[in-house]
């Protein structure tokens, strides 16, 4: 579903000065904020329950390899 961006990632070159880094980070957050939606949809649908999971956080520490801190 997502090979074109995991593709993307892969073959970045990031450049060693400070405008590329805040660059990069920005987008990063951009991804995370989307990551962050898609979870809070998940979880309140209820999908996590189709995979056998007690919770939105289990399903994150089996399918997410998220560790009960994160």
Same mark, same amino acid.
């Given at each position: 579903?997502?090979?074109?961006? +995991?593709? &993307? $990632?892969? &073959? %970045?070159?990031?450049?060693?000065?400070?405008?590329?880094? =805040? &660059? $990069?980070?920005? =987008?990063?957050? !951009?991804?995370?904020?989307? =990551?962050?939606? *898609? $979870?809070?949809?998940?979880? !309140? +649908?209820?999908?996590?329950? %189709?995979?056998?999971?007690?919770?939105?956080? *289990?399903?994150? !520490?089996?399918?997410? *390899?998220?560790?009960? !801190? &994160?």
């Amino acid at each position: 579903m997502f090979e074109s961006l +995991a593709t &993307e $990632v892969e &073959e %970045l070159s990031i450049p060693l000065c400070g405008e590329a880094l =805040i &660059e $990069v980070l920005a =987008i990063k957050d !951009r991804l995370a904020a989307k =990551i962050s939606d *898609a $979870v809070s949809d998940f979880d !309140r +649908a209820g999908l996590w329950d %189709l995979d056998s999971s007690t919770s939105m956080t *289990a399903w994150l !520490r089996q399918h997410g *390899a998220m560790t009960k !801190r &994160e």
